[in-house]
């Protein structure tokens, strides 16, 4: 399967405690996106890279959420002091162009 | 700040049926439109996507249609099959890409 990846797929963890997710693109896709989606709602973004750099961040990203993109292929999106609201799924995408995005299954997080 | 909504939030209806969901965006300042589909634990898949310049696009048995100056756009499924049960997604494209709350879809057997 060439499609985009991430892991894991489902993490559950305690208020407070950090978390890291990973998404791997499609190879050749030098675009890569981060979204959240909350339980009833469509996914809203949260980051985007072109290659290594990330070149735009939502205000959605507080100063606890980090994320990198390294060598611009993989990217880990970071949780720090998790807490219930940050409860969702994570949405990673990737593009080879602006015309569309292809989306990894998701990580789903569920803060205790 | 472009907002997208999706009427309706839910809908069901037996199978074979010929359905409508209907999205409607605030600016129409849009690069394209896009119809994704989710399913539970498989992530989004695009559907149809519509450039600005363009009113509709066709794939078997989906037609999504755009009309930009009145902020809408449709999607209509044809003879609906119980394989199409998901969430559909609206999403316009301008500097970023803004989603729409979905439409569930069941359709029933």
């Known amino acids: 399967d060439t499609g985009v990846s991430q892991n894991p797929r489902h993490k559950i963890t305690k208020r407070g405690q950090n978390v890291t997710f990973r998404c791997d693109p499609i190879s050749e896709h030098n675009r890569l996106y981060w979204y959240r989606q909350t339980l009833g709602q469509g996914p809203e973004f949260l980051t985007y890279?072109?290659?290594?750099?990330?070149?735009?961040k939502s205000r959605l990203l507080s100063d606890r959420f980090s994320a990198e993109r390294p060598k611009g292929s993989f990217s880990t999106l970071e949780i720090q002091r998790t807490e219930q609201g940050d409860s969702a799924m994570y949405l990673c995408?990737?593009?080879?162009?602006?015309?569309?995005?292809?989306f990894g299954p998701g990580t789903r997080l569920l803060v205790l | 700040k472009q907002e997208v909504t999706q009427i309706p939030a839910a809908l069901s209806v037996p199978e074979g049926e010929n359905l409508v969901l209907n999205c409607s965006f605030t600016d129409s300042a849009i690069y394209n439109l896009q119809w994704f589909r989710q399913d539970p634990g498989k992530g989004l898949t695009s559907l149809l996507l519509i450039q600005s310049s363009q009113r509709e696009q066709t794939s078997g048995r989906l037609n999504a249609s755009l009309d930009k100056s009145s902020g809408r756009s449709t999607l209509y499924i044809a003879a609906s099959q119980p394989g199409d049960s998901a969430t559909y997604l609206c999403v316009s494209r301008g500097n970023k890409l803004v989603f729409g709350a979905g439409t569930i879809l069941r359709v029933k057997s």
């Open positions: 890279f072109q290659n290594e750099a990330q070149l735009e």
């Open positions: 995408a990737s593009s080879p162009d602006l015309l569309t995005q292809y």
